[in-house]
């Protein structure tokens, strides 16, 4: 059964840090394109990072970049997102998700991540930047 599973969130003050988790199950991340997503109250979902499957290119959105890490670990099955220098508009919930290549593959356009083909979600984890 593909199941990924999101950790790592909670509650931080702004210039703070966090790192979140998302725990891969059913299939090897390594051959696996993989995007973390957010979504803030009353927003549409934005995609703020990628690590491209085929080239193994890594991709942020202006609003994180420079701020924030997408790695993972291939012997955990693990992905993850470091978070630094949070601000109060970082607050949202956060999703990863995965996609097997071809034909998921995710690129940056005019400053925002474009994916596709990232077929498999997490449920999300909450993440609150607030003093």
């Known amino acids: 059964q593909v199941q990924l599973v999101e950790s790592g969130g909670g509650l931080v003050q702004p210039g703070g840090s966090l790192r979140l988790s998302c725990a891969a199950s059913g299939f090897a991340l390594d051959y696996y394109a993989i995007g973390w997503f957010r979504q803030a109250p009353g927003k549409d979902r934005e995609a703020i990072s990628c690590f491209s499957s085929i080239d193994n290119s890594i991709y942020y959105a202006d609003s994180v970049k420079g701020r924030f890490t997408i790695s993972r670990d291939t012997a955990r099955n693990t992905a993850y997102l470091q978070m630094n220098n949070l601000k109060p508009e970082d607050h949202a919930v956060y999703y990863c998700?995965?996609?097997?290549?071809?034909?998921?593959?995710?690129?940056?356009?005019?400053?925002?991540?474009?994916?596709?083909?990232?077929?498999?979600w997490g449920k999300g984890t909450l993440v609150t930047v607030s003093s």
């Open positions: 998700a995965a996609g097997p290549r071809p034909p998921a593959a995710c690129t940056e356009v005019d400053g925002r991540v474009i994916s596709y083909g990232l077929d498999y």
